[in-house]
């Protein structure tokens, strides 16, 4: 069984630039959600998707958004990016089974310059 | 709003050592609650969880137990190993079905030194 991937593992971008980051979810699960986890910080909430419709979103600003593909893998875009927005972007998928469990991928560790 | 607080780190603690980690929470209604623990270099994993008052969770010789009077969810484990070495998160998922949106407290490095 293939756990949950992201892409890219690490990457560097400039104020002002556009990233989009992306997540392979664990075979059978269909709900994902991300999170942004600071340096010395826990993960944040910043939205969950639920066969390709966002149901539920965390205070993140509108320059964060989404997107679920039918195979349930799903995108994390940021645009207009500040130098807070450095940290590690973590998706997570759920099976449809309302156990409140997350498994986590690795995450993909943003550096904004 | 809801919210997690755990004890500062790092711990370090010598092996064979008993761990005591605090987790207190702040939520409407009946949470679930979870402990989830990072390895170097692997993504978060769940560590064990309870979804009721007086429930307790245990995997690999930690245990949690939900205590709702004192809005606790402390971790402990009887002796501690090398491999025990790793960030732990306590976190709450709040009432409701189908949510998984987890707040997280903002984790306690574990170090643990033959």
């Known amino acids: 069984e293939t756990g949950v991937t992201q892409s890219p593992t690490h990457l560097i971008k400039t104020r002002g630039q556009q990233v989009t980051l992306r997540c392979s979810s664990q075979?059978?699960?269909?709900?994902v959600s991300w999170y942004q986890q600071a340096l010395g910080q826990g993960p944040q909430f910043i939205f969950q998707y639920y066969r390709e419709e966002e149901n539920g979103r965390g205070n993140f600003p509108p320059r964060f958004s989404g997107l679920q593909f039918p195979n349930y893998s799903s995108e994390l875009n940021v645009n207009a990016l500040e130098l807070d927005d450095s940290a590690l972007y973590l998706c997570?998928?759920?099976?449809?089974?309302?156990?409140?469990?997350?498994?986590f991928g690795e995450g993909s560790r943003l550096t904004v310059l | 709003g809801n919210s997690v607080t755990q004890m500062e780190g790092p711990v370090t603690l010598s092996e064979e050592a008993f761990l005591t980690i605090n987790c207190t929470y702040t939520a409407t209604g009946y949470p679930s609650l979870f402990w989830y623990v990072q390895y170097p270099g692997e993504g978060l994993q769940l560590l064990l969880k309870?979804?009721?008052?007086?429930d307790k969770g245990s995997n690999k010789g930690f245990e949690a137990t939900y205590r709702k009077e004192t809005t606790s969810f402390h971790l402990e484990k009887g002796s501690v190993q090398v491999s025990d070495s790793a960030v732990y998160f306590c976190?709450?998922?709040?009432?409701?079905?189908?949510?998984?949106?987890?707040?997280f407290g903002k984790g306690t490095k574990l170090s643990v030194i033959p």
């Open positions: 997570a998928s759920s099976p449809d089974s309302n156990t409140g469990e997350l498994f």
């Open positions: 075979s059978g699960h269909n709900t």
């Open positions: 976190a709450l998922n709040p009432s409701g079905a189908g949510s998984y949106q987890l707040t």
């Open positions: 309870a979804t009721k008052a007086d």
